[in-house]
């Protein structure tokens, strides 16, 4: 339990409750084995082909005299390997979404707000089923998120980045440090646009979330500080991963075939984002949402906004646009209206 002291210094700081979000992860312990199953399974893989690419590479460098040549070879296989496995994680992205994040994002909605959830592997299959009644196919899933993407990036140049919030004159330098740091804290944006598609049981999800993000770019000074808090949090936290994740790494690629110790920190770099992928992430998007239900509670968007977006950003114009055509009769889309400059 936080102390009154403590606890005031916390919501000082930060507008999300530390021990809440670590009881709803904790609540949704079926969804942290799956993650840790499947971002490790992609270390796995990342090993294993770093192994054999190494090993192949070996092999073939014997074909030359030069004593050195195999080496060469050994580390110039373990680099494809790694890259054709990282094509591979970029093509499943999609179903990652799908079946792993947003179903341990519907999870943790149901819990943030109070409501009961299965126990046990159960709680799997819900969260699943909950996504699959919002969004029928992976693919309306995986749009959805690009969209807003592109529309949050829009949103904090609109805003003119810190040094909206924190004007140092003189000092371009440093806010243009801090703007970077701004923008990398926004990746766990579009995950609580989705948390807020589920948590309204929408039908229609690109209007909703054409209203999500226009909720959050009027509430942002809010959700950028939180989000700031958050990624200073997760990245000393993914150093310390790394760190530790260093001897393993080098010992593993120690008994592989030719020169590849010396990339340990390669390896290191990957555990620690399996377990940043597993177990960091899913809090952040949780500590996250409780700002953002917290902070629009009794909020319609901003009809401003709604415009300065419209006229900022395409993804936005596009999000907008397949939220007409979803309740457009196919014979009458794109009649009587012309296409958004």
């Given at each position: 339990m936080l102390t009154q002291r403590q606890a005031g210094a916390e919501a000082a700081m930060w507008d999300f409750s530390i021990g809440r979000t670590l009881s709803v992860l904790a609540l949704t312990w079926p969804f942290i084995l799956l993650r840790l199953v499947v971002y490790f399974a992609i270390t796995a893989a990342y090993v294993i082909a770093t192994g054999v690419g190494a090993g192949v590479g070996y092999g073939i460098g014997h074909i030359w005299s030069d004593p050195d040549t195999p080496y060469a070879f050994a580390t110039g296989g373990g680099f494809v390997g790694i890259a054709l496995v990282a094509v591979a994680v970029y093509w499943m992205r999609e179903y990652i979404l799908y079946m792993v994040k947003a179903a341990h994002i519907a999870a943790m909605v149901h819990l943030v707000d109070g409501q009961a959830i299965p126990g046990g592997q159960g709680q799997v299959a819900y969260g699943r089923q909950v996504v699959t009644a919002r969004f029928a196919e992976a693919n309306v899933l995986f749009v959805l998120d690009q969209l807003v993407k592109g529309v949050i990036r829009v949103i904090t140049g609109l805003l003119g980045g810190?040094?909206?919030?924190?004007?140092?004159?003189?000092?371009?330098?440093?806010?243009?440090?801090?703007?970077?740091?701004?923008?990398?804290?926004?990746?766990?944006?579009?995950?609580?646009?989705?948390?807020?598609?589920?948590?309204?049981?929408?039908?229609?999800?690109?209007?909703?979330?054409?209203?999500?993000?226009?909720?959050?770019?009027?509430?942002?000074?809010?959700?950028?500080?939180?989000?700031?808090?958050?990624?200073?949090?997760?990245?000393?936290?993914?150093?310390?991963?790394?760190?530790?994740?260093?001897?393993?790494?080098?010992?593993?690629?120690?008994?592989?075939?030719?020169?590849?110790?010396?990339?340990?920190?390669?390896?290191?770099?990957?555990?620690?984002?399996?377990?940043?992928?597993?177990?960091?992430?899913?809090?952040?998007?949780?500590?996250?949402?409780?700002?953002?239900?917290?902070?629009?509670?009794?909020?319609?968007?901003?009809?401003?906004?709604?415009?300065?977006?419209?006229?900022?950003?395409?993804?936005?114009?596009?999000?907008?646009?397949?939220?007409?055509?979803a309740v457009t009769p196919p014979g009458r889309r794109g009649a009587g209206s012309a296409a958004p400059a």
């Open positions: 810190v040094a909206a919030f924190l004007p140092i004159p003189g000092l371009q330098g440093l806010v243009r440090f801090l703007n970077t740091i701004v923008r990398l804290s926004l990746t766990y944006v579009d995950e609580v646009v989705l948390a807020y598609d589920i948590r309204v049981q929408s039908t229609e999800p690109f209007e909703t979330a054409r209203r999500a993000v226009v909720l959050y770019a009027q509430n942002a000074a809010v959700m950028v500080k939180n989000a700031v808090w958050l990624a200073i949090m997760l990245w000393v936290l993914t150093a310390v991963i790394f760190l530790v994740m260093l001897a393993p790494a080098g010992a593993i690629l120690y008994m592989m075939p030719g020169q590849l110790a010396g990339w340990s920190f390669v390896l290191a770099i990957v555990f620690a984002w399996a377990l940043k992928a597993a177990l960091l992430d899913p809090f952040a998007v949780c500590a996250l949402m409780q700002v953002y239900f917290r902070t629009i509670e009794g909020q319609e968007p901003d009809p401003e906004w709604d415009s300065r977006l419209a006229t900022a950003s395409r993804h936005f114009r596009e999000l907008a646009g397949k939220a007409i055509d």
